[in-house]
Antibody, heavy 121, light 108 residues
Framework: QVQLVESGGGLVKPGGSLRLSCAASGFTFRDYYMTWVRQAPGKGLEWVSY?????????KYSDSVKGRFTISRDNAKNSLYLQMNSLRAEDTAVYYCARDALVPGLYFDYWGQGILVTVSS | EIVLTQSPGSLCLSPGERATLSCRASQSVNKNYFAWYQQRPGQAPRLLIYGASSRATGIPDRFIGSGSGTDFTLTISRLEPEDFAMYYC?????????FGQGTDLDIK
């Protein structure tokens, strides 16, 4: 069955960095676009970034993270990553990785359990 | 950027009742890229409806999606105890993908 498992979260000081990972299994990872979505405590869902399938040549970011976050993938390791630099208090959230539909953008059909990132001094 | 506005913000109903949740887009959208998600406390979101009206795998037929243009509706025909949760609409034709602010469906 499809599984997505995030790791790498934790407490980091403002201005610091963190790298999230998402380990995928149960499907042909390279065939799918992958996405990061976050949710601040008590708030709604916010799309963060996506990366295209195969080579990952197409990448998009929300304006709130552009220039600070970098999404990447390693198809050999069935893994998705989110490198987060220059972290701010407002980046505090649960971060979910999600699998896009085979036709990109239609929907996110599988989600990880989420990983908490806390940015605080 | 498309803005999605959900109403009501919260809804209190009893099991067995019918729930009607609305989502309005700031401009006409391609319904193929419109979806609804359910999120129970402490859990990840779960895809309910895609393409505005198609149920995702394993979703009971009491969940009904409808709408086009700027106005979309999620109807839950008869509420079960496990249906009390947050519901988000979502549009993802082109980035930035957007979510509505959510409707909190509470048990009365």
């Amino acid at each position: 069955q499809v599984q997505l498992v995030e790791s790498g979260g934790g407490l980091v000081k403002p201005g610091g960095s963190l790298r999230l990972s998402c380990a995928a299994s149960g499907f042909t990872f390279r065939d799918y676009y992958m996405t990061w979505v976050r949710q601040a405590p008590g708030k709604g869902l916010e799309w963060v970034s996506y990366i295209s399938s195969s080579s990952g040549s197409t990448i998009k970011y929300s304006d709130s993270v552009k220039g600070r976050f970098t999404i990447s993938r390693d198809n050999a390791k069935n893994s998705l990553y989110l490198q987060m630099n220059s972290l701010r208090a407002e980046d505090t959230a649960v971060y979910y990785c999600a699998r896009d539909a085979l036709v990109p953008g239609l929907y996110f059909d599988y989600w990880g359990q989420g990983i908490l990132v806390t940015v605080s001094s | 950027e498309i803005v999605l506005t959900q109403s009501p913000g919260s809804l209190c109903l009893s099991p067995g009742e019918r729930a009607t949740l609305s989502c309005r887009a700031s401009q006409s959208v391609n319904k193929n890229y419109f979806a609804w998600y359910q999120q129970r406390p402490g859990q990840a979101p779960r895809l309910l409806i895609y393409g505005a009206s198609s149920r995702a795998t394993g979703i009971p037929d009491r969940f009904i999606g409808s709408g086009s243009g700027t106005d979309f509706t999620l109807t839950i025909s008869r509420l079960e105890p496990e249906d009390f949760a947050m519901y988000y609409c979502h549009y993802s034709a082109s980035p930035p993908y957007t979510f509505g602010q959510g409707t909190d469906l509470d048990i009365k």
